[in-house]
Structures are given as structure tokens and as C-alpha cells.
């Protein structure tokens, strides 16, 4: 991919921009933390589209105009790379997988990859999303009245899918093991860039050691996968068969067994953690918000009839989807695009130097009112409106990121949330057990803070019709 960088002589004639104070090396190491949704919202009101200032030792560049991120992300994209320093953490973690690796290699795994999620094969994927919701929507059943915590049933469910629908494989039985080892990797991932912690977790502290115990776990998680797909008889469709099954098209040799294990880590983490962090904080929003859960109710009433959903439904759950979006718009769960400038170039008439690194957060930029009427309000109505769409800037929304670097999955998740969403909100009305939103939690991922305890109500005791199990076993 080439680069399209400003000439030397547009360099010089763009503007410099300006920014906040330096927050310095001594700062960053004692652990320096701030709001980063009223820390960048400053930044971008003070100094508009382009910001610049130190971080630690680095020049930083704040991004928060929607030409600003397509030039970063799509544009110019050759020239602002993941060799950032919060990849190299990610990479001790996740390996070179998707979300990670660069370049030629990372075109190639993602081509390997792209059949897996291709839309025809999502509606094959459909019923193992309903199914997992089912399931769940039993298990609520008998919990009916009791506050549970939210964040751990969504991740469980989403982790479900994920095996089920990318996986071929069983994954109700390491749901816990996942959960504690991503606390510990997500935590200390977050903390770690923020302190500048960069050498690797291989002293022996109680600190380094948590940090190898939870990879170990997670990776002994995946080589069970790996070893249970491999045992099979016969051919499957499903993503890891695929990335088993693949030869490079110039030497004809499979993918490694670190590779394979890459690539798993990612869609294992990234695949099931996103999703479930996007459901948690629709269904705080919709106790928050009754008007937006009775139209939603109304809807899947409306479309369903008391069935489960299906690929087909996806069409008319228009206001359900439109849930899903509005909630990744005020709670994106990837909040922060990191990327290194690798040449000097310009973004929106701004200088922006080699070396430097590169912000954009998708909390600012969905939030920006130069392309949001009422930016703070939860209106999934917005989605609704169709003109409004067209007047508004693609980049102006980027939940999965965008252009060639858009998540891979992003169609993948949209689907799961939305028939999820839809197969529980026809029995259930869950309400938070404290009557406020919760906090947001800033690690890898801008999360809930705390468990999320949520009591699961009926919306109807005596609902008509069969269970979901039923339901989903009676013949067509």
C-alpha cells in the first residue's frame, strides 16, 4: 500500500497546531490518569480538529474531525501504522493476529479470513446466536426476580457464540477461566500503557507473575480448541477450519501452530469481549430509558410474535438495531485508535510531524455536535432517520474503527447484538439493582464499571405460548 503524503513544501505551509500542556514523563510514570472523554472533548472545544502535545516523550496528535479520521484511517492509510506502542503490548498478549500484525502478512491472514464472514455465511451463523440466547433466556427464567450480574451472563453468552459460530467448538465450560484471566490481562494491558511500563512482564514479582499466569490460562484455553478441532473426522466451514486448512499461495505451507494460536487469541478476546461490553451497557441504557424499552418490546412483539428470531427477522428489528447503535455511539467499547506517524504529512491544513503518534477516539467523534443533534441524549430514533444519515460524515461514527483496518467482524457483531437483544426482551425487562448508569470503566475496553447487578424481570408472568426451548424445537 503506498502512502499519499503531503509534499515538503505543503508540509511547511500547513498550519502548527496547538494543544494542552505537556503531561510529562515523571507524571505518566507516578500514573497519571484523567476522564478521557473530558479530557479529549476539552482538547478538541480548545484547539479543534487537529491538537498537538507531549505525552511522556512522545508528540501526540489528537484527531477529531471526521475528514481528519478518514485521512488517518482510510485516505492516507499506509502512512499511520500499528507500530504504536500500545501494540507491542497487545502483541504480548494476542501475538501477530489480525488485530495486531501489519502489512503483507497481515493482508494475507485477513484474506484467509474474510470467507468466514462473509454475508451469506452469517445467516448460517444466526441460529447458533439465537440458540446461545435461548439457552440463556431459560436460565433467566429460573432466576426470574433475582439480581444477577449482567456483564458476566452477557459475556458467558457471547463467549457461547463465538465457539459455537467461529469455533465448531463447546466453550460453556472455560467461560470462567476466560472471564479471570481477561481481568487480570485487561487490567494490567491498561495500566501498564498508561504508566509506561514497556519491558515485558518477566520479573518476578506477584505483579509480572499474575500477568504470565492469566496468558498462560488464556492460551491453554485456545490449544484445547485447537487440539479438539484437529481430533475431528470430516470438514467444517467454520473460521478455524479455514485458517487450518489454508496454504500460502506461494510456498504451500499451513499457518504455524503460533500462528493458528494468534489468531484464535484475538477472536476469542476480540469476538466475544466487545459485544458482550456493548450489550451490558444497551441493557443499563434501556432500564434508563423506558420509552426507548417499550418501543423496543412493541417491536419484537410486533415482529416475532413470541417466536425466536431469526436472519431472516433482521430486516423489520429496525428499532432493535437502531438500540444497538445508539449504544455503541455513546459507549463505544473500543474508545481509543492509536497509530504511528511513520512521514511528516498534513491532516485538515495541520502539520502533523514523523514519529509522532496518533489519537482519535471514537467517545469524541460520536459525540462531536458538529455531526450529532442533541450529542448527549440516548435517541436510537436518530438511526431512524434516514436523511440524517445521508447529511452526516462516514467517519463521523466508527464504533468498529474504519477503512482497510475496519474490524473484520463488525457485521458479525451488529447480528449477534441485535438477535440477542431481541430473544431476551421478549420475556424479560431486566432492571438495574442501583437506579443509575453505572460508571465507565477506561481499560483495553471502556466498560461498566463493577458487576452490573441487574434483576431479571418478566415482562409478562403468564406469557403466552411455549418456552424458548419449545419454541425453538417445534417444527416450521
Sequence with gaps: MQTTNASQAEFRAAREPTGPEPVSLWRVLRGHRADPLVRWTDIREAH????????????????????????????????????????????????????????????????????AFHKGRLGAMASAMTAAALELSDSWERAAGEPLPMAREMSKLTLQVVGDALFGAELADKAAPVARAWEVLGAQLAERFAKMRLLPPILPTAYDRAFREARRTLFRVVDEIIASKRARVGRSD???????????????????DEQLRDEVVTMLLAGHETTAVGLTWAWARLDAHPDAARELHAEVDRVLGGRPPSVA???????????????????????????????????????????????????????????????????????????????RP????????????????????MMEATLVLASLAQRFSPELVVPS????????????????????????PARAGATARESAEAPA
Design 48 to 115: 479543534g480538529d487537529v491538537a498537538h502535545y507531549r505525552f511522556a516523550t512522545r508528540d501526540t496528535y489528537f484527531i477529531s474531525s471526521a475528514d481528519g479520521v478518514r485521512r488517518v484511517l482510510q485516505d492516507n492509510a499506509a502512512n499511520y501504522t500499528k507500530q504504536h506502542p500500545s501494540y507491542r503490548m497487545l502483541r504480548r498478549l494476542l501475538g501477530n493476529g489480525l488485530l495486531t500484525s501489519e502489512g503483507s502478512f497481515w493482508l494475507r491472514q485477513r484474506r484467509l479470513a474474510q470467507p
Design 238 to 256: 467454520d473460521l478455524l477450519s479455514m485458517f487450518m486448512e489454508a496454504r500460502d499461495e506461494d510456498t504451500g505451507e499451513r499457518m504455524s
Design 313 to 391: 427477522d433482521l430486516a423489520e428489528l429496525t428499532y432493535t438495531r437502531a438500540v444497538i447503535s445508539e449504544t455503541l455511539r455513546l459507549h463505544p467499547p473500543a474508545y481509543i485508535i492509536n497509530r504511528h506517524v511513520l512521514e511528516d504529512d498534513v491532516i485538515c491544513g495541520h502539520r502533523v510531524g514523523a514519529g509522532g503518534s496518533i489519537v482519535i477516539s471514537p467517545l469524541v467523534m460520536h459525540r462531536h455536535p458538529a455531526y450529532w443533534e442533541r450529542p448527549a441524549a440516548f435517541d436510537p430514533r436518530r438511526w431512524l432517520d434516514a436523511e440524517a444519515e445521508k447529511r
Design 394 to 413: 462516514r467517519f463521523a461514527y466508527i464504533p468498529f474503527s474504519a477503512g482497510p483496518r475496519q474490524c473484520i467482524g463488525n457485521h458479525f457483531s
Design 437 to 460: 448508569l453505572p460508571a465507565t470503566e477506561y481499560a483495553v475496553l471502556a466498560r461498566p464499571a463493577g458487576e452490573v447487578r441487574m434483576r431479571i424481570r418478566r415482562r409478562s
